[in-house]
């Protein structure tokens, strides 16, 4: 299972894009890229999922470069609402990336 | 919107008593998920079924636990002589199970023992 770091946190204002990076340096062929959002209380929001290039969807995008060693969720013009922790998994989610460590997150502030 | 529903949302509880919470899928998912999470960390995968079938637990998963699935639409897991270590929110998730079909997740279970 592919190990994963992202930043702890990060601080952002009203407006602003945010950029979250995730580094996987050991990520297998057959291996996807899958964020999620989580909120106080309540259980974890699949924001978007990728395999290289670039993904885009009417939440985020994300960017995976052609080594894939790393990606990159995109949040455009964040509000107070974004306020969350984010989650970078990567694995064969069909064939135990479910069983993947989600690791501590990224807890995003956005502030007015 | 027929999410991942779970119940109850909390449950207070004295050591030593017997648990068990409730996960109703989204209906057309053939796998479930439990995961337990503790504060200040991610979701650890305790074990997951695909339709009645329980294909894996993990190690975190101790003899006190049990997961049933019957019939392949619900789900419950137990936990038997609760301890304060369990205190933790308890999660479930589903999925169609075909390639990389993202998991999505209840709003889970919150055990706190005392």
């Known amino acids: 299972l592919a190990k994963t770091t992202q930043p702890i946190s990060m601080d952002s204002y009203e407006g602003q894009e945010v950029n979250i990076t995730c580094s996987h340096n050991?990520?297998?062929?057959?291996?996807?890229i899958t964020w999620y959002q989580q909120f106080p209380s309540q259980g974890p929001r699949f924001i978007i999922q990728?395999?290289?290039t670039k993904v885009t969807n009417e939440v985020a995008s994300l960017f995976i470069p052609a080594d894939r060693k790393s990606s990159t969720l995109s949040l455009p013009r964040v509000s107070l609402s974004d306020t969350a922790v984010y989650y970078c998994l990567v694995g064969d989610l069909h064939t135990g990336g479910f069983k993947t460590i989600f690791g501590a997150g990224t807890r995003l502030f956005v502030k007015a | 919107d027929t999410g991942v529903s779970q119940d109850p949302r909390h449950k207070i509880t004295k050591r030593g008593q017997n648990v068990t919470f409730r996960c109703d899928p989204i209906?057309?998912?053939?796998?479930l998920y439990w995961y337990r999470q503790t504060l200040g960390q991610g979701p650890e995968f305790l074990t997951y079924?695909?339709?009645?079938?329980?294909?894996?637990k993990s190690r975190l998963l101790s003899d006190r636990f049990s997961a049933e699935r019957p019939k392949g639409s619900f789900s419950t897991l137990e936990i038997q002589r609760t301890e304060q270590g369990d205190s933790a929110m308890y999660l479930c998730?589903?999925?169609?199970?075909?390639?990389?079909?993202?998991?999505?997740f209840g709003n889970g279970t919150r055990l706190t023992v005392t």
């Open positions: 990728g395999y290289k």
């Open positions: 079924f695909q339709n009645e079938a329980q294909l894996e």
């Open positions: 050991n990520i297998a062929t057959n291996d996807y």
């Open positions: 998730a589903s999925s169609f199970g075909g390639n990389n079909s993202p998991l999505h």
């Open positions: 209906s057309e998912h053939n796998r």
